[in-house]
Nanobody, 116 residues
Framework: QGQLVEAGGGLVQPGGSLRLSCAAS????????MSWDRQAPGKERELVAT????????NYADAVKGRFTISRDDGKNTVYLQMNSLKPEDTAVYLC?????????WGQGTQVTVSA
């Protein structure tokens, strides 16, 4: 059974940085495209960033382009999200997703709060 465990969330001031990680187990990580989504209260879930197998390409939501960077380490079965220049509107639960063909795994999420 595939599992994803996110870590690294917390409270940060506007302009600050956080690095999220998502550790995978129970499936062949390198086969999967990985993504980070976020869910803010009262808002729809939003796709933030994606990275394909072997990190061949990445894509970002317009709201985070130039500030967030997604990366993966297949040797550690882990995907990361480096978040810089954080804004209050980045406040959300950040969830990790792994997808291969019709198979999808989700983590439980980690809370990121950007506030002074």
């Amino acid at each position: 059974q595939g599992q994803l465990v996110e870590a690294g969330g917390g409270l940060v001031q506007p302009g600050g940085s956080l690095r999220l990680s998502c550790a995978a187990s129970g499936f062949t990580f390198s086969y999967y495209a990985m993504s980070w989504d976020r869910q803010a209260p009262g808002k729809e879930r939003e796709l933030v960033a994606t990275i394909t197998r072997a990190g061949a390409s990445t894509n970002y939501a317009d709201a985070v382009k130039g500030r967030f960077t997604i990366s993966r380490d297949d040797g550690k079965n882990t995907v990361y999200l480096q978040m810089n220049s954080l804004k209050p509107e980045d406040t959300a639960v950040y969830l990790c997703n792994a997808k291969f063909l019709s198979i999808s795994h989700w983590g439980q999420g980690t809370q990121v709060t950007v506030s002074a």
